[in-house]
Protein backbone atom coordinates (compact mmCIF):
# COMPACT_ATOMS: atom_id res chain seq x y z
CA UNK A 1 0.00 0.00 0.00
CA UNK A 2 1.07 3.35 -0.82
CA UNK A 3 -0.15 6.48 0.67
CA UNK A 4 -1.06 8.37 -2.84
CA UNK A 5 -3.02 5.42 -3.73
CA UNK A 6 -5.69 6.11 -0.58
CA UNK A 7 -5.06 9.30 -1.01
CA UNK A 8 -6.36 9.26 -4.92
CA UNK A 9 -9.02 6.80 -3.72
CA UNK A 10 -10.08 9.32 -1.49
CA UNK A 11 -9.64 11.84 -4.09
CA UNK A 12 -11.93 9.86 -6.64
CA UNK A 13 -14.77 9.84 -3.76
CA UNK A 14 -14.71 6.30 -2.94
CA UNK A 15 -14.49 4.79 1.05
CA UNK A 16 -11.73 4.04 2.69
CA UNK A 17 -11.42 0.63 4.16
CA UNK A 18 -11.04 -0.03 7.91
CA UNK A 19 -7.44 -1.18 7.14
CA UNK A 20 -6.27 1.58 4.85
CA UNK A 21 -7.89 4.36 7.83
CA UNK A 22 -6.07 2.39 10.22
CA UNK A 23 -2.61 2.39 8.38
CA UNK A 24 -3.26 5.99 7.28
CA UNK A 25 -3.30 6.94 11.04
CA UNK A 26 -1.20 4.96 12.40
CA UNK A 27 1.91 5.91 9.72
CA UNK A 28 0.90 9.81 10.04
CA UNK A 29 1.47 9.15 13.96
CA UNK A 30 4.64 7.04 13.88
CA UNK A 31 6.14 9.57 11.24
CA UNK A 32 6.12 7.51 8.40
CA UNK A 33 3.63 8.82 6.42
CA UNK A 34 4.77 12.97 6.25
CA UNK A 35 2.77 15.86 7.08
CA UNK A 36 2.12 16.84 2.90
CA UNK A 37 0.57 13.63 2.59
CA UNK A 38 -1.63 13.82 5.57
CA UNK A 39 -2.46 17.26 4.19
CA UNK A 40 -3.38 15.80 0.84
CA UNK A 41 -5.48 13.61 2.76
CA UNK A 42 -7.35 16.04 5.03
CA UNK A 43 -8.20 18.32 1.81
CA UNK A 44 -9.70 14.95 -0.11
CA UNK A 45 -11.55 14.14 3.19
CA UNK A 46 -12.90 17.70 3.40
CA UNK A 47 -14.07 17.57 -0.35
CA UNK A 48 -15.31 14.43 -0.34
CA UNK A 49 -16.88 13.50 3.38
CA UNK A 50 -16.82 10.45 4.81
CA UNK A 51 -19.11 7.47 5.75
CA UNK A 52 -20.76 6.94 8.89
CA UNK A 53 -18.47 4.01 9.38
CA UNK A 54 -15.33 5.49 8.05
CA UNK A 55 -15.84 8.44 10.28
CA UNK A 56 -16.35 5.89 13.28
CA UNK A 57 -13.07 4.03 12.07
CA UNK A 58 -11.26 7.37 11.78
CA UNK A 59 -11.99 8.33 15.68
CA UNK A 60 -11.04 5.03 16.80
CA UNK A 61 -7.62 5.37 15.22
CA UNK A 62 -7.17 8.34 16.25
CA UNK A 63 -8.18 7.79 19.93
CA UNK A 64 -5.59 4.57 20.03
CA UNK A 65 -2.57 6.54 18.35
CA UNK A 66 -2.33 7.37 22.55
CA UNK A 67 -3.13 6.37 25.74
CA UNK A 68 -6.41 5.48 26.73
CA UNK A 69 -7.38 6.76 30.37
CA UNK A 70 -7.65 3.71 33.05
CA UNK A 71 -10.60 4.52 34.62
CA UNK A 72 -11.44 1.52 36.11
CA UNK A 73 -10.52 2.13 39.61
CA UNK A 74 -13.58 4.17 39.70
CA UNK A 75 -16.66 2.92 41.04
CA UNK A 76 -19.06 5.51 40.09
CA UNK A 77 -20.56 6.11 36.60
CA UNK A 78 -18.46 8.49 34.63
CA UNK A 79 -20.03 10.94 32.34
CA UNK A 80 -18.58 13.62 30.68
CA UNK A 81 -19.75 16.96 28.50
CA UNK A 82 -18.14 18.49 25.75
CA UNK A 83 -18.72 21.88 24.00
CA UNK A 84 -17.86 23.25 20.46
CA UNK A 85 -17.41 26.42 22.71
CA UNK A 86 -18.68 29.92 23.00
CA UNK A 87 -18.31 32.89 24.50
CA UNK A 88 -19.19 32.83 27.92
CA UNK A 89 -19.43 29.63 27.63
CA UNK A 90 -18.33 28.77 31.68
CA UNK A 91 -20.81 25.91 31.86
CA UNK A 92 -17.94 22.74 32.35
CA UNK A 93 -16.77 24.83 35.63
CA UNK A 94 -20.50 24.74 37.27
CA UNK A 95 -21.52 21.41 35.33
CA UNK A 96 -18.40 18.75 37.15
CA UNK A 97 -18.93 19.62 40.35
CA UNK A 98 -23.05 19.16 40.61
CA UNK A 99 -22.96 16.48 38.47
CA UNK A 100 -20.35 15.00 40.83
CA UNK A 101 -22.95 15.55 43.68
CA UNK A 102 -25.37 13.29 42.29
CA UNK A 103 -23.26 10.32 42.53
CA UNK A 104 -21.43 10.63 38.59
CA UNK A 105 -17.58 10.99 38.16
CA UNK A 106 -16.54 13.27 35.84
CA UNK A 107 -13.41 13.37 33.93
CA UNK A 108 -12.99 16.78 32.35
CA UNK A 109 -10.23 16.61 29.76
CA UNK A 110 -11.11 20.21 28.18
CA UNK A 111 -8.62 22.65 25.91
CA UNK A 112 -7.50 26.41 25.81
CA UNK A 113 -9.20 28.62 23.97
CA UNK A 114 -8.44 29.70 20.16
CA UNK A 115 -10.08 32.41 17.97
CA UNK A 116 -12.63 34.21 19.57
CA UNK A 117 -14.13 31.11 22.09
CA UNK A 118 -12.86 30.77 25.14
CA UNK A 119 -10.96 27.92 26.85
CA UNK A 120 -12.23 25.78 30.48
CA UNK A 121 -8.43 25.54 31.12
CA UNK A 122 -7.78 29.46 30.76
CA UNK A 123 -10.35 30.21 33.20
CA UNK A 124 -9.41 27.30 35.68
CA UNK A 125 -5.54 28.80 35.16
CA UNK A 126 -6.83 32.15 36.80
CA UNK A 127 -7.24 30.24 39.95
CA UNK A 128 -3.84 31.13 42.27
CA UNK A 129 -2.00 27.62 41.89
CA UNK A 130 -4.66 25.34 39.88
CA UNK A 131 -2.76 22.47 37.86
CA UNK A 132 -4.13 21.59 34.80
CA UNK A 133 -1.18 19.56 34.14
CA UNK A 134 -1.85 16.65 36.32
CA UNK A 135 -0.41 12.79 35.67
CA UNK A 136 -3.31 10.25 34.79
CA UNK A 137 -2.45 8.61 38.22
CA UNK A 138 -3.20 12.29 39.74
CA UNK A 139 -6.60 12.90 37.75
CA UNK A 140 -7.85 9.59 38.82
CA UNK A 141 -7.07 10.25 42.60
CA UNK A 142 -8.71 13.82 42.32
CA UNK A 143 -11.94 12.51 40.27
CA UNK A 144 -11.87 9.36 43.39
CA UNK A 145 -11.78 11.80 45.84
CA UNK A 146 -13.82 14.63 45.14
CA UNK A 147 -16.02 13.06 41.63
CA UNK A 148 -14.41 15.19 39.41
CA UNK A 149 -11.52 16.66 37.70
CA UNK A 150 -10.59 19.01 35.54
CA UNK A 151 -7.08 19.00 33.48
CA UNK A 152 -5.54 19.34 29.86
CA UNK A 153 -5.16 17.28 27.12
CA UNK A 154 -1.07 15.40 28.16
CA UNK A 155 1.04 14.79 25.12
CA UNK A 156 -0.20 11.18 25.37
CA UNK A 157 -3.96 11.38 24.29
CA UNK A 158 -4.64 11.24 21.17
CA UNK A 159 -1.48 12.16 19.53
CA UNK A 160 -2.49 11.56 15.84
CA UNK A 161 -5.49 14.48 16.52
CA UNK A 162 -3.37 16.61 17.79
CA UNK A 163 -0.61 16.50 14.93
CA UNK A 164 -3.59 16.65 12.58
CA UNK A 165 -5.33 19.47 13.99
CA UNK A 166 -2.12 21.55 13.62
CA UNK A 167 -2.43 20.38 9.58
CA UNK A 168 -5.86 21.89 9.44
CA UNK A 169 -5.45 24.64 10.84
CA UNK A 170 -3.21 25.78 7.85
CA UNK A 171 -4.51 24.12 5.39
CA UNK A 172 -7.84 25.10 5.38
CA UNK A 173 -9.53 21.38 5.92
CA UNK A 174 -11.17 22.35 10.11
CA UNK A 175 -14.55 22.58 8.84
CA UNK A 176 -15.24 19.04 7.71
CA UNK A 177 -17.75 17.03 9.81
CA UNK A 178 -15.68 13.83 9.85
CA UNK A 179 -12.80 15.44 10.85
CA UNK A 180 -14.46 17.59 13.35
CA UNK A 181 -16.30 14.48 14.47
CA UNK A 182 -13.06 12.55 14.86
CA UNK A 183 -11.36 14.99 16.38
CA UNK A 184 -13.31 15.65 19.42
CA UNK A 185 -14.52 12.47 19.70
CA UNK A 186 -11.21 10.84 19.78
CA UNK A 187 -9.95 12.87 22.68
CA UNK A 188 -13.61 12.52 24.72
CA UNK A 189 -13.39 8.56 24.03
CA UNK A 190 -10.08 8.35 25.19
CA UNK A 191 -11.03 9.59 28.80
CA UNK A 192 -12.76 5.97 29.66
CA UNK A 193 -16.07 7.14 30.14
CA UNK A 194 -19.26 5.60 29.58
CA UNK A 195 -21.17 8.10 28.44
CA UNK A 196 -20.97 11.66 26.96
CA UNK A 197 -23.36 14.66 26.73
CA UNK A 198 -22.43 17.36 23.51
CA UNK A 199 -23.26 20.87 23.50
CA UNK A 200 -23.50 21.71 19.94
CA UNK A 201 -23.64 25.20 19.65
CA UNK A 202 -24.45 27.37 16.85
CA UNK A 203 -25.08 30.90 15.90
CA UNK A 204 -22.35 34.60 15.08
CA UNK A 205 -20.42 33.52 18.29
CA UNK A 206 -19.98 29.80 17.24
CA UNK A 207 -17.70 27.28 14.95
CA UNK A 208 -21.00 25.76 13.04
CA UNK A 209 -22.77 28.89 12.09
CA UNK A 210 -26.26 27.79 10.89
CA UNK A 211 -28.83 25.57 13.03
CA UNK A 212 -28.58 22.98 10.33
CA UNK A 213 -24.18 22.69 10.20
CA UNK A 214 -25.18 22.18 14.05
CA UNK A 215 -27.15 19.57 13.75
CA UNK A 216 -25.14 17.16 11.19
CA UNK A 217 -22.20 17.74 13.07
CA UNK A 218 -24.43 16.73 16.36
CA UNK A 219 -25.71 13.85 14.73
CA UNK A 220 -22.30 12.71 13.32
CA UNK A 221 -20.63 12.73 16.63
CA UNK A 222 -23.38 11.20 18.48
CA UNK A 223 -23.70 8.35 15.89
CA UNK A 224 -19.67 7.76 16.19
CA UNK A 225 -20.09 7.66 20.43
CA UNK A 226 -22.79 5.19 19.83
CA UNK A 227 -20.71 3.03 17.85
CA UNK A 228 -18.22 2.88 19.84
CA UNK A 229 -20.68 1.74 22.54
CA UNK A 230 -21.20 5.25 24.75
CA UNK A 231 -24.50 6.33 26.05
CA UNK A 232 -25.10 9.49 24.34
CA UNK A 233 -26.88 12.71 23.79
CA UNK A 234 -26.23 16.06 22.11
CA UNK A 235 -27.73 19.68 22.78
CA UNK A 236 -28.85 22.18 19.69
CA UNK A 237 -27.72 25.72 22.02
CA UNK A 238 -27.91 29.19 21.30
CA UNK A 239 -24.95 31.27 20.26
CA UNK A 240 -25.71 34.33 18.60
CA UNK A 241 -25.58 36.00 22.17
CA UNK A 242 -22.96 35.20 24.34
CA UNK A 243 -24.00 33.02 27.55
CA UNK A 244 -23.89 34.76 31.15
CA UNK A 245 -23.12 38.19 31.81
CA UNK A 246 -19.32 37.80 32.01
CA UNK A 247 -16.68 36.91 29.38
CA UNK A 248 -12.84 36.73 29.94
CA UNK A 249 -11.26 34.19 32.21
CA UNK A 250 -11.01 35.17 35.95
CA UNK A 251 -14.42 37.04 35.21
CA UNK A 252 -15.94 33.76 34.23
CA UNK A 253 -14.57 31.93 37.37
CA UNK A 254 -15.90 34.46 39.58
CA UNK A 255 -19.75 34.44 37.26
CA UNK A 256 -19.19 30.37 37.58
CA UNK A 257 -18.54 30.87 41.83
CA UNK A 258 -21.47 33.07 42.12
CA UNK A 259 -23.25 30.50 39.88
CA UNK A 260 -22.61 27.89 42.10
CA UNK A 261 -23.23 30.12 45.11
CA UNK A 262 -27.30 30.55 43.75
CA UNK A 263 -26.70 33.86 42.46
CA UNK A 264 -26.03 33.02 38.63
CA UNK A 265 -27.82 34.91 35.63
CA UNK A 266 -30.70 32.04 34.46
CA UNK A 267 -29.62 31.05 30.60
CA UNK A 268 -26.42 30.14 32.35
CA UNK A 269 -28.02 27.85 35.15
CA UNK A 270 -30.78 27.02 32.60
CA UNK A 271 -28.01 25.22 29.88
CA UNK A 272 -25.59 23.94 33.12
CA UNK A 273 -28.93 22.13 34.14
CA UNK A 274 -30.58 21.10 30.45
CA UNK A 275 -26.78 19.68 29.96
CA UNK A 276 -26.30 18.29 33.33
CA UNK A 277 -29.69 16.58 33.38
CA UNK A 278 -29.04 14.34 29.94
CA UNK A 279 -25.54 13.30 31.42
CA UNK A 280 -27.56 12.02 34.48
CA UNK A 281 -30.26 10.34 32.03
CA UNK A 282 -27.58 8.84 30.56
CA UNK A 283 -25.76 6.95 33.41
CA UNK A 284 -29.85 6.50 34.89
CA UNK A 285 -29.31 8.08 37.74
CA UNK A 286 -32.64 10.00 37.19
CA UNK A 287 -35.38 8.26 35.92
CA UNK A 288 -36.79 11.42 33.94
CA UNK A 289 -35.86 15.17 33.73
CA UNK A 290 -37.79 16.04 36.10
CA UNK A 291 -35.98 13.86 38.45
CA UNK A 292 -32.59 15.23 37.69
CA UNK A 293 -33.52 18.83 37.37
CA UNK A 294 -34.52 18.59 41.15
CA UNK A 295 -31.41 16.91 42.43
CA UNK A 296 -29.22 18.98 40.67
CA UNK A 297 -31.29 22.23 42.19
CA UNK A 298 -31.30 20.59 45.15
CA UNK A 299 -27.25 20.38 45.42
CA UNK A 300 -26.72 23.98 43.69
CA UNK A 301 -29.07 25.61 46.57
CA UNK A 302 -27.51 23.57 49.30
CA UNK A 303 -23.95 25.05 48.64
CA UNK A 304 -22.91 21.07 47.83
CA UNK A 305 -21.91 21.46 44.39
CA UNK A 306 -19.94 24.93 45.41
CA UNK A 307 -17.73 23.12 48.05
CA UNK A 308 -17.07 19.74 45.73
CA UNK A 309 -15.52 23.12 43.16
CA UNK A 310 -13.45 23.91 46.14
CA UNK A 311 -12.41 20.37 47.10
CA UNK A 312 -11.53 20.01 43.36
CA UNK A 313 -9.43 23.56 43.58
CA UNK A 314 -7.63 22.28 46.71
CA UNK A 315 -6.47 18.87 45.40
CA UNK A 316 -5.82 20.40 42.00
CA UNK A 317 -3.17 22.77 43.77
CA UNK A 318 -5.35 26.07 43.87
CA UNK A 319 -6.26 27.94 46.50
CA UNK A 320 -10.12 27.55 47.56
CA UNK A 321 -9.93 30.99 49.38
CA UNK A 322 -9.02 32.89 46.50
CA UNK A 323 -12.15 32.15 44.81
CA UNK A 324 -14.09 34.74 46.64
CA UNK A 325 -11.64 37.48 45.70
CA UNK A 326 -10.52 36.86 42.66
CA UNK A 327 -11.44 40.44 41.73
CA UNK A 328 -8.80 41.63 43.71
CA UNK A 329 -6.14 39.37 42.25
CA UNK A 330 -6.89 39.63 38.71
CA UNK A 331 -8.02 43.62 38.26
CA UNK A 332 -7.99 45.36 34.91
CA UNK A 333 -6.91 48.91 35.44
CA UNK A 334 -9.29 49.89 33.32
CA UNK A 335 -12.89 49.65 34.09
CA UNK A 336 -15.09 51.12 31.30
CA UNK A 337 -19.14 51.12 31.18
CA UNK A 338 -20.31 51.59 27.97
CA UNK A 339 -23.92 53.15 28.01
CA UNK A 340 -27.12 52.48 26.11
CA UNK A 341 -27.65 55.21 23.69
CA UNK A 342 -31.42 54.89 23.61
CA UNK A 343 -34.15 53.63 25.50
CA UNK A 344 -35.56 50.27 24.49
CA UNK A 345 -35.41 46.69 24.69
CA UNK A 346 -32.40 44.37 23.97
CA UNK A 347 -33.00 42.56 20.70
CA UNK A 348 -29.62 41.51 20.26
CA UNK A 349 -26.05 40.88 21.54
CA UNK A 350 -23.87 39.75 18.78
CA UNK A 351 -21.58 36.64 20.65
CA UNK A 352 -19.09 37.72 17.46
CA UNK A 353 -18.29 40.77 18.68
CA UNK A 354 -18.20 40.49 22.40
CA UNK A 355 -15.77 37.31 21.75
CA UNK A 356 -13.49 39.78 19.23
CA UNK A 357 -13.89 42.31 21.76
CA UNK A 358 -12.24 39.93 24.47
CA UNK A 359 -9.62 38.92 22.19
CA UNK A 360 -8.66 42.33 21.30
CA UNK A 361 -8.30 42.76 25.06
CA UNK A 362 -6.28 39.95 25.45
CA UNK A 363 -8.47 37.54 26.92
CA UNK A 364 -8.25 34.72 23.85
CA UNK A 365 -5.42 33.30 21.78
CA UNK A 366 -4.44 34.06 18.06
CA UNK A 367 -2.24 31.20 18.09
CA UNK A 368 -1.86 28.25 20.63
CA UNK A 369 1.20 29.91 21.91
CA UNK A 370 -0.13 32.85 22.96
CA UNK A 371 -0.25 34.50 26.86
CA UNK A 372 -3.70 35.52 27.85
CA UNK A 373 -4.30 37.88 30.16
CA UNK A 374 -6.85 36.65 32.98
CA UNK A 375 -7.96 40.05 34.56
CA UNK A 376 -9.57 41.56 31.34
CA UNK A 377 -12.85 40.85 29.37
CA UNK A 378 -16.32 42.09 29.24
CA UNK A 379 -18.74 42.11 32.39
CA UNK A 380 -22.43 42.78 33.53
CA UNK A 381 -23.31 42.22 30.16
CA UNK A 382 -26.83 43.29 29.21
CA UNK A 383 -29.22 40.13 28.41
CA UNK A 384 -31.73 39.81 24.87
CA UNK A 385 -35.27 41.05 26.08
CA UNK A 386 -34.16 43.38 29.02
CA UNK A 387 -35.18 46.83 28.98
CA UNK A 388 -32.80 49.63 29.13
CA UNK A 389 -32.92 53.19 29.56
CA UNK A 390 -30.26 55.72 27.85
CA UNK A 391 -27.23 56.17 29.44
CA UNK A 392 -27.63 52.57 31.43
CA UNK A 393 -24.24 50.82 30.66
CA UNK A 394 -24.70 47.80 28.09
CA UNK A 395 -21.55 46.09 29.53
CA UNK A 396 -18.28 46.97 31.34
CA UNK A 397 -15.37 46.71 29.62
CA UNK A 398 -12.29 45.52 31.39
CA UNK A 399 -8.69 46.71 30.37
CA UNK A 400 -5.34 46.79 30.75
CA UNK A 401 -4.59 49.17 27.51
CA UNK A 402 -5.92 52.30 26.02
CA UNK A 403 -5.54 50.96 22.58
CA UNK A 404 -6.64 47.74 22.96
CA UNK A 405 -9.60 49.37 25.27
CA UNK A 406 -10.49 51.57 22.13
CA UNK A 407 -10.10 48.79 19.68
CA UNK A 408 -12.89 46.65 21.55
CA UNK A 409 -15.17 49.74 21.99
CA UNK A 410 -15.42 50.37 18.78
CA UNK A 411 -16.55 46.31 18.22
CA UNK A 412 -19.21 46.75 21.51
CA UNK A 413 -20.64 49.67 19.89
CA UNK A 414 -21.85 47.75 16.96
CA UNK A 415 -23.10 44.37 19.46
CA UNK A 416 -26.27 45.96 20.45
CA UNK A 417 -29.68 46.01 18.71
CA UNK A 418 -32.43 48.38 20.63
CA UNK A 419 -35.84 48.28 20.05
CA UNK A 420 -38.77 50.39 20.85
CA UNK A 421 -41.22 47.38 20.47
CA UNK A 422 -41.21 43.97 22.78
CA UNK A 423 -38.71 41.19 22.03
CA UNK A 424 -39.76 37.56 22.17
CA UNK A 425 -36.69 35.51 24.14
CA UNK A 426 -35.06 32.84 22.12
CA UNK A 427 -34.84 29.52 22.81
CA UNK A 428 -31.51 28.73 24.77
CA UNK A 429 -31.80 25.12 23.68
CA UNK A 430 -33.29 24.40 20.29
CA UNK A 431 -33.07 20.55 19.57
CA UNK A 432 -31.94 17.72 21.39
CA UNK A 433 -30.07 14.43 19.46
CA UNK A 434 -30.77 10.99 20.46
CA UNK A 435 -29.42 8.06 19.43
N1 LIG B 1 -12.34 21.22 18.41
C1 LIG B 1 -11.52 20.17 18.26
O1 LIG B 1 -11.00 19.64 19.22
N2 LIG B 1 -11.30 19.72 17.01
C2 LIG B 1 -11.86 20.25 15.91
O2 LIG B 1 -11.61 19.78 14.83
C3 LIG B 1 -12.70 21.35 16.10
C4 LIG B 1 -12.94 21.82 17.36
Known sequence: MLPQWLIEKKRDGQALSDEEIRWFIEGFTVGRIPDYQMAA????????????AETAVITDAMMRSGDLVDTSAIQRPK??????????????????????????????????????????????????????????????????????????????????DKKLYALRDVTGTVPSIPLITASIMSKKLAEGIDALVLDVKWGKGAFMRTMEDARTLARSMVDVGVHMG?????????????????????????????TLQGEGPADLVEVTLALSARMLLLVKKARDEKEARAMLQKHLDSGKAY?????????QGGDPASLEKLHNVHTASLQEPLP????????????????????????GRVKTDDKVDFAVGVSNLVQVSEN????????????????????????????????????????????????
Do not use: W
Request: glycine share 10%; proline share 5%.
Open 41 to 52: MAMAIYCRGMTA
Open 79 to 160: ADKHSTGGIGDKVSLILAPLVACCGVAVPMISGRGLGITGGTLDKLESIPGYRTDLSEKQFVEVIQKCGCSIIGQTGRLAPA
Open 230 to 258: KGMAALITDMNRPLGRCAGNALEVIESVQ
Open 307 to 315: EVFQEMVRL
Open 340 to 363: ALESGTVAAVDAERVGKACVVLGA
Open 388 to 435: VTKGQPLVVVHANDENRLEEARKLLDGAFTIRREPVKTPPLVYETILP
